[in-house]
Structures are given as structure tokens and as C-alpha cells.
């Protein structure tokens, strides 16, 4: 058997609408130049995305499975949280993670100070070094909701490795 079939991939999108009376929290830091986002948990989109991608990868269902929005357990819970119960379902089904790339699709507010913070909190969460963590902004040009300032979108991709 090739040493590639040892490895998965995983993708992840999420979106959130913004409102004004909530924090901004992405990838588990406080982003103080809001507007928050609208969501049953603190609504940490980037988050979101990272944690459905690395399920699929593994195989283990998605969020919404795992931490259903009708539960009153997940109201206003950090997603970090949530983020290290993903980590031990990786880690009792033998897979680790290899790597993870994400982007973050807002217009506002500008992320590029937060970004190491973001990469460092992401990396301690789950256990591994903020090196196999990728994370970029992109703007939608004023096209479509993000463009409009309605809400943001998150995208993440991950490599993993089964049989850890
Ligand atoms: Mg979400």
C-alpha cells in the first residue's frame, strides 16, 4: 500500500451574517475593530471552517453532527472549545494533522495584525506548530454579500494523517 493512502484532505466552509451587538472572535481571538457575526456559539467562523474540514478529512461527520445549533449546551461557547473536543475525535480515530490553510473572505475589518495570533491560537489548540498553519484575507471586490458588508466567509483545507 502507497504511503499516500495513509494521508486524507479536507475542506471547510462556513459563513456568518454580521451584527453589531455581538465580539468579533476568529480563530478563538478577540478581534476588537468588529462588527460581530450572528451565530448559536460565539459565531467564530474561521473556526467553523477548520473544524469541518478536519472531520471530513477524517471522516467523522461535520459540525452540525457532532455540535447541533439546537442544542443549549453550544449557546455562546467558544468554538476553541469546541475546536479541542474535534482534536481528541482525531486523535481516538488515529488521525493527526499534517497541515492547514485557510482564508478568510471579509471586507472589513482589516485582519493582517491579528494574523499570527490567530495562526498561534489555531496551532495551540489543536497541538501542533503554528508552521503547518496558512492564513490569508481576501476582499470580494464590494460583489455579493461579502462585498456588501453583510456577513464574512471562511475556507479551510487540511492534510491529514491516518494511522497516527
Ligand atoms: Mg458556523
Redesign the pocket.
Known sequence: MSELSHLGIGTGL???AFCEDRPLVLGGVSIADGPGLL?H?D???LT?AVMDALLSAARLGD?GELFPDTASEYEGISSLVLLEQVRRELEKAGVSVVDIDCTIAAETPKLAPYKEEIRRTLAGALGISKACIGLKATTCEGLGFIGKKKGMAAFASVLVRKGA
Open positions: 462556513d459563513v456568518h451565530g456559539s459565531a467564530d467562523v467553523h459540525i
